[in-house]
């Protein structure tokens, strides 16, 4: 989505499109000027918001834009849940298993939590002073794995 917000009114515009016509998006981005992709994110934000059409009458732009746009929760990094790390890099083990869909499950678990970009920082960070180990266990008597039974090497 672009950095800049659209009107309200281009805002009502497209909500009514797509709830009161049945508009696909792409016809809508058309229609208004804008991306697809950008009439998507509206739509998203109006179903969060509650909101359906039409609008409330009484509902003025400054009441619609506090519910599209609610401000962001100020929580101190303190006071913000920390994830399991030890978790993570186990599930990390796992096949098609991305620190991506880790931070999704995360975020889904504590809406308040840290962004995307400070939970990758920190576990790079925290799995950089996690110690390397391979145990192998070793058996008197028993071959080792480069050797074949009933061979010997000199």
Avoid at 28 to 38: A, D, K, P
Avoid at 82 to 108: F, I, M, N, R
Avoid at 126 to 140: G, I
């Amino acid at each position: 989505m672009s950095a800049e917000r659209l009107s309200m009114r281009k805002i009502r515009e497209v909500l009514r499109l797509k709830w009161s016509l049945g508009l696909s998006n792409r016809a809508i981005g058309r229609s208004c000027g804008i991306g697809h992709t950008v009439v998507t994110e509206y739509l998203k934000r109006a179903k969060r918001a509650g909101l359906g059409w039409p609008l409330p009458s009484e509902m003025d732009n400054v009441q619609l834009e506090k519910l599209l746009f609610p401000p962001a929760i100020s929580l101190p990094s303190s006071e913000r849940p920390q994830p399991d790390w030890v978790k993570v890099h186990q599930d990390l083990k796992g096949k098609g298993v991305t620190l991506s869909l880790l931070w999704e499950e995360y975020k889904a678990a504590s809406p308040e939590g840290f962004q995307y970009s400070w939970f990758c920082e920190v576990y790079r960070e925290w799995a950089s002073k996690v110690d390397v180990v391979m145990r192998q266990e070793h058996r008197q008597g028993r071959s080792c794995s480069w050797t074949t039974p009933g061979r010997r090497y000199r």
